[in-house]
T-cell receptor, first 116, second 112 residues
Framework: NAGVMQNPRHLVRRRGQEARLRCSPM?????VYWYRQLPEEGLKFMVY????????ESGMPKERFSAEFPKEGPSILRIQQVVRGDSAAYFC??????????????FGSGTQLSVL | AQTVTQSQPEMSVQEAETVTLSCTYD???????LFWYKQPPSRQMILVIR??????QNATENRFSVNFQKAAKSFSLKISDSQLGDTAMYFC?????????FGKGTKLTVNP
C-alpha cells in the first residue's frame, strides 16, 4: 500500500504564474488535509476535504488559493498569481475517516514551492 | 484559540543518552489529542507518538515516551538510548476538530 503521494516534489514558479500541487491519498482514504510550512516554522492547517466536498477551509487565504478533491483523481491545491510569500513546503495528509474518531493521519513528503 | 509552544529551538545529545523535549499548549477543550512528529532532512512527517487527553496513562512507543501533565498543559517527549537516526526536527502538535496545531519545532542533533 503506497503512502500519500505528492507531486511534484519541487516546483519553481515566477511571480504571477499559477502553481498546481497534487496529492494522491493512501488507498481507501477519503479524507485529505493540506498544510503549509514556512521556513523555520511548524505546519499550519489550510483546508480539509472529503471526496467532492470542502469541509473546512478556515486556514486558506481568501484570495488566489483553492482546493479540490474530485470523485476521481488526486486532490489539487491551486495557487493563482503566485507571490514570493507563497514560497513554502506544502504538505498533504490523508486518513480513512475523521481523525477526531481516532483515525490516524498519514503525511506525504510535501511539495517545495519556490517563487522567483 | 489553541496554541502550542516549544521553548527549545535546538538541543543536542550524545548517542545512547536520554533527552527530553518540552512542549506546552493552551486550550479550553477537555477532550483532544496530542502528538509528537519527527521531520528528518527528507522532509517526511513521521508520527512518533500520540496521546489521548482523556487517558491518564502516558503513551510509550519503544524508546519514545511522553510525560503528559493535563492540568499543567504540558506534553514532553523523552527519547531514551538516542541514536544517530533520531537527528531531526521534532514538532509537538495538538488536534481538535480535524485540525492539527503545531509548535515551531525543536531541532535535535544526536552526536556520535
Amino acid at each position: 500500500n503506497a503512502g500519500v503521494m505528492q507531486n511534484p516534489r519541487h516546483l519553481v514558479r515566477r511571480r504571477g504564474q499559477e502553481a498546481r500541487l497534487r496529492c494522491s491519498p493512501m488507498k481507501g482514504h477519503s479524507h485529505v488535509y493540506w498544510y503549509r510550512q514556512l521556513p523555520e516554522e511548524g505546519l499550519k492547517f489550510m483546508v480539509y476535504l472529503q471526496k467532492e466536498n470542502i469541509i473546512d477551509e478556515s486556514g486558506m487565504p481568501k484570495e488566489r488559493f483553492s482546493a479540490e478533491f474530485p470523485k476521481e483523481g488526486p486532490s489539487i491545491l491551486r495557487i493563482q498569481q503566485v507571490v514570493r510569500g507563497d514560497s513554502a513546503a506544502y504538505f498533504c495528509a490523508s486518513s480513512p475517516g475523521r481523525t477526531s474518531t481516532n483515525e490516524k493521519l498519514f503525511f506525504g513528503s510535501g511539495t517545495q514551492l519556490s517563487v522567483l | 484559540a489553541q496554541t502550542v509552544t516549544q521553548s527549545q529551538p535546538e538541543m543536542s545529545v550524545q548517542e545512547a543518552e536520554t533527552v527530553t523535549l518540552s512542549c506546552t499548549y493552551d486550550t479550553s477543550e477537555s477532550n483532544y489529542y496530542l502528538f509528537w512528529y519527527k521531520q528528518p532532512p527528507s522532509r517526511q512527517m513521521i508520527l512518533v507518538i500520540r496521546q489521548e487527553a482523556y487517558k491518564q496513562q502516558n503513551a510509550t512507543e519503544n524508546r519514545f515516551s511522553v510525560n503528559f501533565q493535563k492540568a499543567a498543559k504540558s506534553f514532553s517527549l523523552k527519547i531514551s538510548d538516542s541514536q544517530l537516526g533520531d537527528t531531526a526536527m521534532y514538532f509537538c502538535a495538538f488536534m481538535k476538530a480535524e485540525k492539527l496545531v503545531f509548535g515551531k519545532g525543536t531541532k535535535l542533533t544526536v552526536n556520535p
